[in-house]
C-alpha cells in the first residue's frame, strides 16, 4: 500500500557539490543533509544507497523497522526499500548513492585493455613514475602484500580490487609523451582479431566472421594472420579443425 504514497528519487535528483558521475555519487553527510531536507520523510530510491555514520546520534527506519543511530555504524538500502532519517546537527559522515547498473558494465567489460603498459607493446611495457606517484602506490602495493598474506573471506576478490586500484594509480601517473611513429594499421587490426578470438572463440570459428566483426575483407584478414607482426618472428596459422575450415591461431614467438 505505502508504494504508491512513497516519494522515489532517482540518483539524478541527488546530484550533491557536482560530484554525480556515471550512475553514482558521493557526498559528506553534512552536504547531503543541507541539500535534501526531506529526509525524515519516509521515501524510497531507484539506486543503492549507503550511509555510513562518524558521529552523532538518531534513528532511521528501515522498511519501517527503527534503528538507533550511532558513530562506525554503514546503513545500506537497495532500490525499493522504504526509509527515513532523523539524526542530530552534530552528524558526520558519508553518503554514497549508485545506479543498479553501475557495476555492470565495469565487470563484463574487458577492463584491463584500457592499460597501455598491459597491451603487451615493448615500448610501453617500461614505466619510470614521478615520485609523488610512486608515493601514491607504496601504499597500494603494502595492501596487495597484507591481504595476500591473509585468510579472510572473498580474498581473491579484494586483490582483484587491489591490483585494479594499482593500476588506476600507475595509469594516471603515466608521462604523455607525443608518439614518434604512426600507428601500425596491420598490428591494431591483428591485435582487435586476437582480442575477438579471447572473447569468441567458442562462436566463431570461421575467419569470415571476425572479419566482419573488424569489419575487414576475409582475404585481407587471412593475408595480415600469416605474416608476423612488428616484434613477432611468427605469424598465425589458419588450418583446418574439427574437419572444418576452421581457426586455429598461433601467438608464440611474439614479444609484444
Given at each position: 500500500?505505502?508504494?504508491?504514497?512513497?516519494?522515489?528519487?532517482?540518483?539524478?535528483?541527488?546530484?550533491?557539490?557536482?560530484?554525480?558521475?556515471?550512475?553514482?555519487?558521493?557526498?559528506?553527510?553534512?552536504?547531503?543533509?543541507?541539500?535534501?531536507?526531506?529526509?525524515?520523510?519516509?521515501?524510497?530510491?531507484?539506486?543503492?544507497?549507503?550511509?555510513?555514520?562518524?558521529?552523532?546520534?538518531?534513528?532511521?527506519?528501515?522498511?519501517?523497522?527503527?534503528?538507533?543511530?550511532?558513530?562506525?555504524?554503514?546503513?545500506?538500502?537497495?532500490?525499493?526499500?522504504?526509509?527515513?532519517?532523523?539524526?542530530?546537527?552534530?552528524?558526520?559522515?558519508?553518503?554514497?548513492?549508485?545506479?543498479?547498473?553501475?557495476?555492470?558494465?565495469?565487470?563484463?567489460?574487458?577492463?584491463?585493455?584500457?592499460?597501455?603498459?598491459?597491451?603487451?607493446?615493448?615500448?610501453?611495457?617500461?614505466?619510470?613514475?614521478?615520485?609523488k606517484v610512486m608515493r601514491e602506490i607504496i601504499p597500494a602495493l603494502e595492501?596487495?602484500?597484507?591481504?595476500?598474506?591473509?585468510?579472510?573471506?572473498?580474498?581473491?576478490?579484494?586483490?582483484?580490487?587491489?591490483?585494479?586500484?594499482?593500476?588506476?594509480?600507475?595509469?594516471?601517473?603515466?608521462?604523455?609523451?607525443?608518439?614518434?611513429?604512426?600507428?601500425?594499421?596491420?598490428?591494431?587490426?591483428?591485435?582487435?582479431?586476437?582480442?575477438?578470438?579471447e572473447h569468441h572463440y567458442n562462436r566463431f570459428r570461421l575467419p569470415k566472421?571476425?572479419?566482419?566483426?573488424?569489419?575487414?575483407?576475409?582475404?585481407?584478414?587471412?593475408?595480415?594472420?600469416?605474416?608476423?607482426?612488428?616484434?613477432?618472428?611468427?605469424?598465425?596459422?589458419?588450418?583446418?579443425?574439427?574437419?572444418?575450415?576452421g581457426l586455429n591461431a598461433s601467438f608464440s614467438g611474439c614479444k609484444n
Open positions: 500500500m505505502y508504494h504508491r504514497a512513497t516519494p522515489v528519487s532517482n540518483i539524478c535528483s541527488l546530484t550533491t557539490d557536482g560530484l554525480e558521475q556515471q550512475g553514482v555519487m558521493v557526498s559528506r553527510l553534512s552536504h547531503y543533509f543541507g541539500a535534501h531536507s526531506q529526509l525524515h520523510i519516509p521515501h524510497r530510491h531507484s539506486f543503492y544507497h549507503l550511509i555510513v555514520f562518524t558521529q552523532g546520534e538518531g534513528t532511521c527506519s528501515i522498511d519501517f523497522t527503527e534503528f538507533p543511530v550511532s558513530p562506525n555504524q554503514v546503513y545500506a538500502m537497495v532500490p525499493g526499500q522504504v526509509h527515513a532519517l532523523s539524526v542530530t546537527e552534530e552528524a558526520q559522515g558519508f553518503v554514497i548513492n549508485f545506479s543498479k547498473g553501475f557495476f555492470y558494465s565495469f565487470l563484463l567489460r574487458p577492463y584491463l585493455e584500457q592499460f597501455p603498459f598491459l597491451t603487451g607493446v615493448v615500448e610501453d611495457s617500461v614505466i619510470t613514475l614521478p615520485d595492501g596487495l602484500l597484507k591481504e595476500g598474506q591473509q585468510k579472510e573471506i572473498q580474498k581473491t576478490d579484494m586483490m582483484c580490487v587491489l591490483l585494479l586500484q594499482l593500476f588506476l594509480l600507475i595509469n594516471r601517473g603515466l608521462v604523455k609523451k607525443p608518439s614518434k611513429k604512426s600507428v601500425n594499421t596491420k598490428s591494431v587490426i591483428v591485435r582487435n582479431f586476437q582480442s575477438l578470438v566472421d571476425y572479419a566482419a566483426l573488424l569489419w575487414n575483407c576475409n582475404v585481407l584478414l587471412e593475408t595480415f594472420l600469416r605474416q608476423p607482426l612488428p616484434g613477432c618472428t611468427t605469424g598465425f596459422h589458419i588450418g583446418k579443425e574439427s574437419g572444418n575450415q
